[in-house]
């Protein structure tokens, strides 16, 4: 899933060790990580990943077919805040 859907976007970092779900979301956050999918067995389950913001200002289920779409404009929304923040 992730070499197929988005590694192409050059926009993203796996981590699959074995490690808790709680480690890998605490590293993530002190790489800072603006964006994470979350791909889960349980999410897969339902057609879904989840779609989270660092800050967790945003925390969204986005079909599995929409990920990538979802994250790209996302991080668009996200670039735009910090423009007009800038202005």
Do not use: C
Request: glycine content about 8%; charged content about 30%.
């Amino acid at each position: 899933w992730y070499g197929t859907r988005l590694k192409p976007t050059g926009l993203t970092l796996s981590d699959d060790r074995v490690v808790s779900a709680g480690v890998l979301f605490s590293e993530a956050d002190l790489l800072g990580a603006p964006i994470r999918l979350t791909v889960s067995p349980r999410n897969l389950k339902e057609g879904a990943v989840e779609l989270t913001t660092r800050d967790k200002r945003i925390k969204r289920m986005v079909p599995v077919g929409e990920a990538t779409e979802a994250a790209l404009a996302l991080k668009k929304e996200l670039f735009s805040e910090i423009e007009g923040k800038l202005k």
